[in-house]
């Protein structure tokens, strides 16, 4: 049996040109005022290990085919589900959402370069705090792996 057509197939979701040969990401900047000290470097890494997971791009240093930029522009913790207790409004749930502007440039195809911004958010129970969730080494990762899945699937998956 034999495959044949435009060049640009993939098994695993991907829409890839097979020209298509390196990818630089550029660290993400934490701009968010809020936002806990690590997420700079724990977002980044995070990225870099879902394009090599799911790809058979290089990562380079600079200059890849296609190439990652941009910042964490909100990270807000705020009641969410308000609910009344004894007469008294209060957070039935508290929620996390954050927000990265993203500029993606295909070198090689630059009808596929965006610049757009990702936002997801998470839901934690009310006696939950940002200290605790910040904490938490899964608790913010949950968030911010949603907006990696959505990075990957406009820049790579075409969705």
């Not at 009641?79 to 295909?106: D, H």
């Amino acid at each position: 049996m034999s495959l044949s057509g435009c060049g640009i197939y993939s098994f695993n979701g991907t829409n890839i040109d097979p020209a298509v040969r390196t990818i630089s990401i550029s660290t993400i900047q934490n701009n968010a005022p809020m936002g806990p000290a690590f997420l700079t470097q724990r977002f980044t890494e995070d990225l870099k290990d879902y394009f090599q997971r799911n790809t058979n791009l290089k990562l380079v240093p600079r200059d890849g085919d296609l190439q990652f930029d941009g910042n964490i522009v909100a990270y807000d913790f705020a009641p969410a589900a308000i609910q009344q207790v004894g007469g008294v409004s209060q957070a039935g749930s508290n929620r996390l959402t954050i927000q990265v502007k993203i500029r993606f440039t295909n070198s090689k195809d630059d009808k596929q370069s965006f610049e757009q911004v990702f936002q997801n958010f998470d839901d934690f129970s009310a006696d939950r705090n940002i200290a605790t969730i910040n904490n938490d080494p899964t608790a913010v990762r949950r968030t911010t792996d949603k907006i990696i899945t959505d990075i990957f699937n406009k820049s790579v998956a075409n969705w």
